[in-house]
């Protein structure tokens, strides 16, 4: 943790001012530490990352339970391997929009929702160093701390603040970063996503760029999938990654005027860890932002 961060936080019971209580500092960096307020709340940071202790998701994403059996950069390798190389143009595609985003945006004070294993953290770290302030949030602490280690060997001097916490709650006050992103982050927040949305674009003046995957409304196999989950304990439904979805996710309110561009298209294939693109079905990667037109 930077200090940077205390003038942006708040306590996420009761949304007080935070205080840095005690810390043990490396290189300007607080290690270990107590942060409380004012009404006796206190959280700690360990190795480098603010713990709001938040439960990480059970089904899907459940990093600390996954580093059991195989550590941080295995499972990284293991899961590349396996991503079809569709899927990985996507990405590398998303990854691209969201950067040339954040330059079009000029924007400098930079929250990334749903950082996960840090896809994009990487490239955004290689890209822009310490030239941006950028804040990584997910309910995993464990993830965190990983991508912590992870970014610091390839720039040391990127001073990243990483909270682990809910993005449906996200505790910051209104308009404290000039953007949000997530890159397929908010997507897996399964019934929080108009949570996500709503709270990304809360707390930063110029919105959220938020990128998922979409696939058509009248996909014939969205029921079999969905029945599919439903037997395996998801409570996560197809219906949820179709366009007119992700469409009605940004209508916040009046205000908040959203362009939705579809900035890649394929034809998902065999791909033994993700669902969705669905093998031999049209998808495409839809990134949401703010109409400043
Ligand atoms: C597919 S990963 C996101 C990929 C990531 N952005 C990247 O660049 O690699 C999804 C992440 O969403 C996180 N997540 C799910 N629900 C969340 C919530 N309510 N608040 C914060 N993070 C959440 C999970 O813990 C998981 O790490």
């Known amino acids: 943790m930077y200090k940077n961060?205390?003038?942006m936080i708040v306590c996420p019971k009761c949304q007080g001012k935070l205080k840095l209580e005690s810390e043990k500092q490396i290189n300007g960096e607080v290690i270990d530490g107590m942060l409380a307020c004012s009404n006796n709340h206190e959280w700690k940071?360990?190795?480098?990352?603010?713990n709001f202790e938040s439960k990480e998701q059970e089904k899907a994403n459940n990093w600390s339970e996954s580093y059991k059996e195989v550590d941080y950069d295995e499972l990284d390798r293991k899961i590349k391997?396996?991503?079809p190389q569709i899927q990985l143009d996507a990405q590398e595609k998303a990854k691209k929009e969201i950067i040339s985003l954040i330059n079009k945006y000029q924007a400098k004070k930079v929250l990334d929702i749903a950082t996960g294993r840090g896809i994009l953290l990487i490239k955004l770290v290689k890209k822009f160093g310490n030239n941006i302030d950028l804040v990584?949030?997910?309910?995993?602490?464990?993830?965190?701390?990983?991508?912590?280690i992870k970014s610091m060997k390839i720039n040391p001097d990127a001073k990243i603040n990483y909270i682990a916490c809910d993005a449906s709650k996200l505790p910051f006050l209104r308009d404290m970063f000039d953007l949000s992103i997530?890159?397929?982050?908010?997507?897996?927040?399964?019934?929080?996503t108009s949570k996500g949305v709503q709270?990304?674009?809360?707390?930063?003046?110029?919105?959220?760029?938020?990128a998922g995957i979409v696939i058509k409304d009248d996909n014939s196999k969205i029921e079999l999938l969905?029945?599919?989950?439903?037997?395996h304990g998801y409570d996560f439904k197809v219906d949820s990654v179709t366009e007119s979805h992700f469409h009605q996710l940004h209508k916040i309110d009046e205000s908040y005027k959203v362009k939705i561009n579809n900035i890649f298209e394929g034809i998902g294939e065999e791909n033994e860890n993700d669902l969705i693109p669905i093998e031999g079905e049209w998808f495409a990667i839809a990134i949401s932002e703010t109409d400043m037109s």
Do not use: H, P, W
């Open 182 to 192: 997530s890159f397929f982050g908010i997507q897996n927040m399964t019934d929080l």
């Open 5 to 7: 961060i205390l003038e």
């Open 45 to 50: 940071i360990e190795e480098g990352v603010i």
């Open 199 to 210: 709270e990304g674009v809360r707390v930063s003046k110029k919105g959220l760029i938020n």
């Open 226 to 231: 969905n029945k599919l989950l439903a037997e």
């Open 136 to 148: 990584c949030i997910d309910l995993s602490f464990d993830v965190l701390k990983y991508d912590r």
């Open 81 to 83: 391997e396996k991503t």
